[in-house]
């Protein structure tokens, strides 16, 4: 079973950028696809992007569109979400979770989630 850790999150305005980091460890999610996704307090967890096994194939929502960026290194078990130009309704907290198949596909069963990481902008 893999096991994933989130980090790179923190508190920045408005306009800024972070980088956020999903590592894998407990076995290799190479062949899978990896998801980026948001909660925030009273909502459902929902997806922000998503990555193919080879990352050739990427899935970003309308709302993050140009400005986060998808990607992986395969090498390093690890997915990286870089956002960029960041407003307040990007707050929330971040989670990574790995598909069962090589690409994204909606109504995925993810079964457990890591503790994710924390991204507030303020305005």
């Known amino acids: 079973q893999v096991q994933l850790v989130e980090s790179g999150g923190g508190l920045v305005q408005a306009g800024g950028s972070l980088r956020l980091s999903c590592a894998a460890s407990g076995r290799t999610f190479s062949m899978n696809a990896v998801g980026w996704f948001r909660q925030v307090p009273g909502t459902e967890r929902e997806l922000v992007a998503a990555?193919?096994?080879?990352?050739?194939?990427?899935h970003y929502v309308d709302a993050v569109k140009g400005r986060f960026t998808i990607s992986r290194d395969n090498a390093k078990n690890t997915v990286y979400l870089q956002m960029n130009s960041l407003k307040p309704e990007d707050t929330g907290v971040y989670y990574c979770?790995?598909?069962?198949?090589?690409?994204?596909?909606?109504?995925?069963?993810?079964?457990?989630w890591g503790q994710g990481t924390q991204v507030t902008v303020s305005s």
């Open positions: 979770n790995v598909y069962s198949g090589s690409f994204y596909y909606s109504g995925a069963d993810f079964g457990s």
């Open positions: 990555i193919s096994w080879s990352g050739s194939a990427t």
